[in-house]
């Protein structure tokens, strides 16, 4: 038996996620596993479809196995949801982690993960740092300044960036997993470029504004995102919830807003001033946004306020297995597996305080993303959806 693991969101399930399952498949994978992020995902947006869903398309789709990557790991920036979903993977048994890259070498985002872990790299961020450019380009600066100019210009590429995270989060772990990585075909991450292997913010774009979406996804996963669109349970939308996001804001401190994920260095104190006056999220993020803070970050940022999520929620890594959907070859991986797993809701009460803590985390995220959708769902979602079996 072989496992391949794949860290996804898979919002929606499209053609490339399938290529990526068939090329796990190809280079002698007997099972392929999915850690699938929840109903909130790393860009600080609801998913446009639950992850319930989203589990049963990849299930359609050639994947055997799929469990959660708690919020606080799944709503993070890429080191962070790297460590998360590694640590899921190597819980679950598998031997190869797979992913998507620009580049398509395993090797070189590996030498780079090496280099980005050894002291005379902190060293030159912090010189970078010092020189008031942005923590990006800090990175690449220190990347270069170690390895030339070349194998830096990988760290420009989204995909390659997250597969660098990969290789030091096995590293760190020293997990038992080898690096396969498949050059990411057709379009570009986040892109609005026509293709046969379209980007998925090109379909939720689509699916928002009433647009033709189906092409791009292979026909399984159609049938279940039409499934959920005709119960009003997709696509799932913050603009539902503005005014609501808002409010939470406008009733925290700077001391508060402090505690929340990845705020530092002043970045409290921007959203606290800009939450007094902004009449819209966008107008909030416009406020907020400089150099040194991506829009990416902001939108966490303000989604962890919104949510609950505080700093220190992702540290260490996961500490069960939430398992959302399996076949039945699916199935027979889960008596190898090294965490404790939560498949029905009896399942919590095995688990200790942290790990119980993470779970009413993450269920209060679902009701709240329950408000998100074109017809509001009731609470408790979380347990009541139940696990799919294919």
Known sequence: MHIAAIVAEYDPFHSGHAYLVQQARSHGATHVAAVLSGNFLQRGAPA?????????????????????????WAMAGAETFARGGVALAAALGAQTLCFGSECGDAAALDGLAQALLSPAFSQAVRAALAGGIPFAAAREQAAASLLGAQQARLLEAPNNILGVEYAKAVRLQKAPLSLKTVRRAGAGHDSDAESAFPSAARIRRALQSGAPWQAGMPQQSVREAQRALSQGLAPASLSHMERAVLAKLRTMTPEEMARLPDV????????????????????????????????ARIRRAVLSAFLGVEAGRAQGTPPYLRVLGFTKAGRALLGACRLPLVVRASDRGKLGARAQALLALESTATDLWALCLPQPAPAGLDFSMGVAAV
Not at 48 to 69: H, P
Not at 270 to 294: F, H, M, N, P
Request: net charge positive.
């Open 48 to 72: 446009c479809f639950s992850k319930w869903t989203r589990a049963r398309q990849a299930l359609a789709c050639g994947v055997d196995l799929v469990v959660e990557l708690p919020l606080p």
């Open 264 to 295: 530092r260095e002043g970045l409290e104190n921007r959203l606290y001033a800009a939450s007094r006056t902004a009449g819209s999220l966008e107008d909030l993020y416009a406020r907020v946004k400089t150099k040194r803070y991506s829009h």
